[in-house]
């Protein structure tokens, strides 16, 4: 299922008091993921948004916590694009440990111009590269 995936270490500011992660933290994580990805399929976001002009915000975003993750854990990332529309971007996200599924996530990001903040198709190059990593079928259905 995964393109691409980033291991990372749950930090003591990724908590809450309990020691337990933080969910906001975890998007923050998740977002770092996501950049990540563009960078590896060649349009990295300073690119993108400073040369480029190009934003890529997300319009929807859904969270299915299974388990609990504490500080310290050792967690791994996964993102996999599931779908590429005319101005959108379909991502399936997998949080994963050790002992399994810790949480996932469907988000979809916009293409938009910085210049007016509307929605624009994707670029050709862009678009190119994006459907090169699009997965299909059981390849979207991590476990």
């Given at each position: 299922m995964?393109?691409?995936?980033?291991?990372?270490?749950?930090?003591?500011?990724?908590?809450d008091?309990?020691g337990?992660?933080?969910?906001?933290s975890?998007?923050?994580i998740?977002?770092?993921v996501v950049?990540?990805f563009w960078?590896?399929?060649?349009?990295?976001?300073?690119e993108?948004i400073?040369v480029?002009r190009?934003?890529?915000?997300t319009?929807?975003?859904?969270?299915d916590?299974?388990r609990p993750?504490?500080?310290?854990?050792?967690?791994?990332f996964?993102?996999?694009?599931?779908k590429?529309?005319?101005?959108?971007l379909?991502?399936?996200?997998?949080?994963t440990?050790a002992?399994?599924?810790?949480?996932r996530?469907?988000q979809?990001?916009?293409?938009?111009?910085?210049?007016?903040?509307?929605?624009?198709?994707?670029?050709d190059?862009v678009?190119?590269?994006?459907?090169?990593?699009l997965?299909?079928g059981?390849e979207?259905?991590?476990?």
């Open positions: 995964t393109l691409f995936s980033f291991d990372r270490e749950l930090r003591f500011g990724d908590c008091p309990s337990i992660a933080y969910f906001p975890y998007l923050n998740l977002n770092g950049e990540e960078a590896v399929i060649g349009f990295p976001w300073p993108l400073t480029r190009i934003g890529t915000p319009v929807h975003l859904t969270c916590f299974s993750s504490k500080f310290g854990d050792r967690l791994t996964g993102l996999c694009v599931v590429v529309g005319r101005a959108s379909h991502l399936a996200h997998v949080v440990a002992d399994g599924v810790r949480w996530a469907r979809i990001l916009a293409a938009t111009s910085l210049v007016d903040h509307r929605a624009i198709p994707w670029p190059d678009r190119a590269a994006l459907m090169s990593h997965q299909t059981e979207t259905t991590a476990s």
